[in-house]
């Protein structure tokens, strides 16, 4: 039988602005309409951020939350994901608060502090229609703090839900991070592993990046865990191929990259989920569906979503 690979799609995150792309889901329907999209395309889990509706600033209230979760758990089997990075300029306990509150089969969590930047994208987004989009691209002085205390926090307030995390390595660190809170008995397999490719601040995309990283996994954790793979911007795609021919699993979304082939830029969510099931079917592979994929990961269901 066919491995089943999960496709993750985070479909509006805490990077882009709203000036850089149409496509990008600022309002709760649009939001809603991205994952349930995303869904029928083939993507297993949803990843999610909220946004101010009319600026498109990052939101981590859980209010802003509840109009697509709604909608999503009513229209879609698909696993929700709610993040706990928020955006790097908010504290620890306004990014767990979503995920405390809805109580999701899955939660993001960042396994270490970082510089983080996407000053970059300046040589590409020159105009910007909302003041706080600027500021926030240029800014060069951020510290993405993901703290032993700070993770600590994170697990302390969602160790009773029965949530699960997608755990995000940006670098060797974050996977000896990881091992560190294994052997604590904080996390328990089987860990759901997102290595993060290419995002300035963290590790690489060149292939010798994806092998250092999937050789350090196996090493740390054996069989003890699922591997999937992220890669941002121009990456997204080659990186998903390498991990999907590599055992692994992929992450897409507009959270991660605008783009849908070199110069063109993604109509939706759900054209890089067609992408990446074309690499997954190409291969000879199948793709998990949301109860599959529950399962691999040893999920609690999608029924205990708390909206």
């Not at 767990?96 to 899955?106: G, L, T």
């Not at 993604?266 to 989920?273: D, P």
Request: aromatic share 8%; charged share 20%.
């Amino acid at each position: 039988m066919s491995r089943k690979v999960i496709i993750t799609c985070a479909v509006t995150g805490a990077i882009h602005t709203p000036s850089m792309s149409k496509a990008l889901p600022v309002t709760p329907q649009e939001i809603a309409d991205a994952a349930i999209g995303a869904a029928e395309a083939g993507a297993a889990i949803v990843h999610l951020h909220a946004r101010n509706p009319k600026t498109g600033q990052p939101d981590q209230s859980p209010e802003a939350f509840a109009p697509f979760l709604k909608v999503i758990k009513q229209r879609s089997n698909a696993v929700v994901n709610l993040t706990t990075g928020g955006s790097p300029t908010m504290t620890v306990d306004e990014r767990v608060r979503p995920a405390e509150f809805y109580k999701p089969e899955v939660a993001s969590l960042n396994m270490g502090s970082m510089n983080f930047a996407f000053f970059g994208m300046l040589n590409r987004f020159k105009n910007f229609e909302h003041e706080w989009e600027r500021k926030h691209v240029e800014n060069k002085d951020i510290v993405f703090r993901n703290t032993f205390q700070d993770i600590e926090y994170v697990l302390s307030k969602l160790s009773g839900s029965g949530t699960r995390f997608e755990f995000e390595c940006y670098d060797t660190a974050h996977l000896y991070n990881l091992k560190y809170f294994l052997d604590q008995g904080l996390v328990k397999a089987p860990l759901f592993v997102q290595t993060v490719f290419g995002l300035q601040g963290g590790t690489g995309a060149h292939p010798e990046d994806v092998l250092h990283m999937k050789r350090t996994a196996d090493r740390l954790f054996g069989d003890q865990y699922v591997w999937s793979v992220l890669g941002a911007g121009r990456n997204q795609l080659p990186i998903a191929a390498m991990a999907a021919a590599m055992g692994g699993n992929i992450r897409v979304g507009l959270e991660d990259s605008l783009w849908a082939a070199p110069g063109r830029m993604a109509e939706s969510n759900a054209e890089q989920v067609r992408l990446a099931r074309k690499i997954i079917e190409g291969l000879g592979l199948d793709i998990a569906s949301p109860d599959e994929a529950r399962e691999i990961l040893h999920l609690k269901g999608g029924d205990t979503l708390q909206v």
